[in-house]
Antibody, heavy 119, light 106 residues
Framework: QVQLVQSGAEVKKPGASVKVSCKAS????????INWVRQATGQGLEWMGW????????GYAQTFQGRVTMTKNTSISTAYMELSGLRSEDTAVYYC????????????WGQGTTVTVSS | IQLTQSPSSLSASVGDRVTITCRAS??????LAWYQQKPGKAPKLLIY???TLQRGVPSRFSGSGSGTDFTLTISSLQPEDFATYYC?????????FGQGTKLEIQ
């Protein structure tokens, strides 16, 4: 079945970087863009950006411009999201999700990766 | 594009019919999706293209609307439906979400 499996929880110090992985299976990885969404504890969903696994093209929300980098390794069907300059406000669960057909939705989501930023 | 959901929270009973609305700050055609999220879990897609039911989602869920005004309706609440619901627009970047509607047991 179509699945996205993310890497495990991370604890980072302020100013550090974190890189979260998202491994796809059950479909052709290069055919659907991967989006990243985060959710702080008790808060709503915040869209971060997208990456095209075929071309490597990306688009980021202005909030994260200059701090986020989305990349891929097509040979292992894995997408990555790296966030730098971490601050306490970046403590959240980070999700990857793939577009559904015609980009009308995010139809399959990873299980989430908790990133804690603490000194 | 900003999405405003109402209400922010809602108390209802099993068997009730409930409606959640999502209003966009500008027209988004039918590029709207609805998700259900339970505590500690990833969001789950319910409705896409404003009114198309995702495979495997019970038919008590339905969506309607286009342009700026959208609704999610649950025709007869079941115990497993108590969760938080989000709308999302995919018409343009950034793909913003509504602030969420928490549906609680009355």
């Amino acid at each position: 079945q179509v699945q996205l499996v993310q890497s495990g929880a991370e604890v980072k110090k302020p100013g550090a970087s974190v890189k979260v992985s998202c491994k796809a299976s059950g479909y052709t990885f290069s055919n659907y863009d991967i989006n990243w969404v985060r959710q702080a504890t008790g808060q709503g969903l915040e869209w971060m950006g997208w990456m095209n696994p075929y071309s490597g093209n990306t688009g980021y929300a202005q909030t994260f411009q200059g701090r986020v980098t989305m990349t891929k390794n097509t040979s292992i069907s894995t997408a990555y999201m790296e966030l730098s300059g971490l601050r306490s406000e970046d403590t959240a669960v980070y999700y990857c999700a793939k577009y559904g057909d015609y980009k009308y939705s995010l139809d399959v989501w990873g299980q989430g990766t908790t990133v804690t930023v603490s000194s | 594009i900003q999405l405003t959901q109402s209400p922010s929270s809602l108390s209802a009973s099993v068997g009730d019919r409930v409606t959640i609305t999502c209003r966009a700050s500008q027209g988004i055609s039918s590029f709207l999706a609805w998700y259900q999220q339970k505590p500690g879990k990833a969001p789950k897609l319910l409705i896409y293209a404003a009114s198309t039911l995702q495979r495997g989602v019970p038919s008590r869920f339905s969506g309607s609307g286009s342009g700026t005004d959208f609704t999610l309706t649950i025709s007869s609440l079941q115990p497993e439906d108590f969760a938080t619901y989000y709308c999302q627009q995919l018409e343009s970047y950034p793909h913003t979400f509504g602030q969420g509607t928490k549906l609680e047991i009355q």
